[in-house]
């Protein structure tokens, strides 16, 4: 009986963007994930994202069908909302066969950090911790394909990755305009709202709760980690922490290493889950 592996996105970014780390798992794992988190109007995004976690809840439901260990993995906001799904099933059927889940570089806020973003939720000052004023300003049209490429292959962050992943951003990343031009496909009025809606203390204060073992990557040149700081991710996972060369985006930069280590931390997972 093959286990299913439920892969969350980060925001802004559609789940084919992580075609190529995903097909790497596909050997071993069902695959699943859901495309654009936080675009269905029936899972609105709201303060601390309740909506989005049922969103989540309700596609494990519908893929679990016969598979083995169901194994929750995510990066950034998908990481959140994969610990959020698992506490949010906790007690069902279905939530029994969950077996773990999977963080990549979703650091949990706690403390005077989580006090500085709710701070500026009102101030503007939760720029500082996440993009949010950028993320309004992002360009969202280009006239073809290659402007896009271009366009991105001129950032820093963008010129980083693999350009198989980059290739699959310009695709699935932007769709097709009727002229044939390009626009974001990830909306970025909604990429603002799960920002600005993210969960601090609603999250970090109930990581005693959380039902199944937790492992977390962790990119060692990641901005958003080392502004959250590490002690309440620490708590959560103990020893099941594991550095991977990169930014926060090191899914996108090292795509098949990140596989690799998603693999390696589900074996150690498993390995508690029998103890």
Same mark, same amino acid.
Request: zero cysteines.
């Given at each position: 009986?093959?286990?299913l592996?439920?892969f969350?996105?980060?925001?802004?970014?559609?789940?084919?963007?992580?075609?190529?780390?995903?097909?790497?798992?596909?050997?071993?794992?069902?695959?699943?994930?859901?495309?654009r988190?936080?675009?269905?109007?029936?899972?609105?995004?709201?303060?601390?994202?309740?909506?989005?976690?049922?969103?989540?809840?309700?596609?494990?439901?519908?893929?679990?069908?016969?598979?083995?260990?169901?194994?929750?993995?995510?990066?950034?906001?998908?990481?959140?909302?994969?610990?959020?799904?698992?506490?949010?099933?906790?007690?069902?059927a279905?939530?029994?066969?969950?077996?773990g889940v999977?963080?990549?570089d979703?650091?949990?806020?706690?403390?005077?950090?989580?006090?500085l973003?709710?701070i500026g939720?009102r101030?503007?000052?939760?720029?500082?911790?996440? &993009? @949010?004023? =950028?993320?309004?300003? !992002?360009?969202?049209?280009? *006239?073809? #394909?290659?402007?896009?490429? /271009?366009h991105?292959?001129?950032?820093?962050?963008?010129?980083?990755w693999?350009?198989?992943?980059?290739?699959?951003?310009?695709?699935?990343?932007?769709?097709?305009?009727?002229?044939?031009?390009r626009?974001?496909?990830?909306?970025?009025?909604?990429?603002?709202?799960?920002?600005?809606?993210? &969960? @601090?203390? =609603?999250?970090?204060d !109930?990581?005693?709760?959380? *039902?199944? #073992?937790?492992?977390?990557? /962790?990119?060692?040149?990641?901005?958003?980690?080392?502004?959250?700081g590490h002690?309440?991710?620490?708590r959560?996972?103990?020893?099941?922490?594991?550095?991977?060369?990169?930014?926060?985006?090191?899914?996108?930069?090292?795509?098949?290493?990140t596989?690799?280590?998603?693999?390696?931390m589900?074996?150690?997972? =498993?390995?508690?889950? !029998?103890?």
């Amino acid at each position: 009986m093959t286990d299913l592996l439920l892969f969350s996105h980060a925001n802004g970014f559609p789940a084919p963007v992580y075609d190529l780390m995903l097909e790497s798992l596909a050997g071993r794992f069902r695959i699943e994930r859901p495309e654009r988190i936080g675009h269905d109007p029936r899972y609105p995004v709201t303060r601390d994202w309740p909506h989005l976690v049922e969103e989540l809840s309700a596609r494990i439901g519908a893929a679990a069908g016969d598979a083995g260990r169901i194994w929750l993995v995510g990066h950034s906001l998908g990481g959140y909302l994969s610990l959020l799904a698992s506490l949010r099933l906790a007690g069902s059927a279905l939530g029994a066969r969950v077996a773990g889940v999977v963080m990549l570089d979703s650091p949990l806020i706690a403390g005077w950090r989580a006090r500085l973003v709710q701070i500026g939720r009102r101030t503007g000052l939760d720029n500082l911790v996440m &993009p @949010t004023r =950028a993320t309004l300003q !992002r360009r969202r049209h280009w *006239p073809d #394909p290659d402007a896009v490429r /271009a366009h991105f292959l001129a950032k820093p962050a963008f010129a980083r990755w693999d350009r198989r992943v980059l290739d699959a951003y310009v695709e699935h990343g932007t769709r097709a305009v009727d002229d044939g031009s390009r626009e974001l496909a990830f909306e970025r009025e909604v990429e603002y709202r799960i920002y600005r809606s993210l &969960p @601090t203390t =609603a999250l970090s204060d !109930r990581v005693a709760q959380v *039902p199944v #073992p937790v492992g977390f990557l /962790a990119g060692t040149r990641s901005r958003e980690l080392r502004h959250a700081g590490h002690a309440a991710t620490r708590r959560l996972v103990g020893e099941r922490w594991r550095w991977l060369e990169g930014s926060h985006l090191f899914p996108m930069e090292r795509p098949l290493d990140t596989a690799r280590a998603i693999e390696a931390m589900i074996d150690r997972l =498993a390995a508690h889950e !029998r103890r």
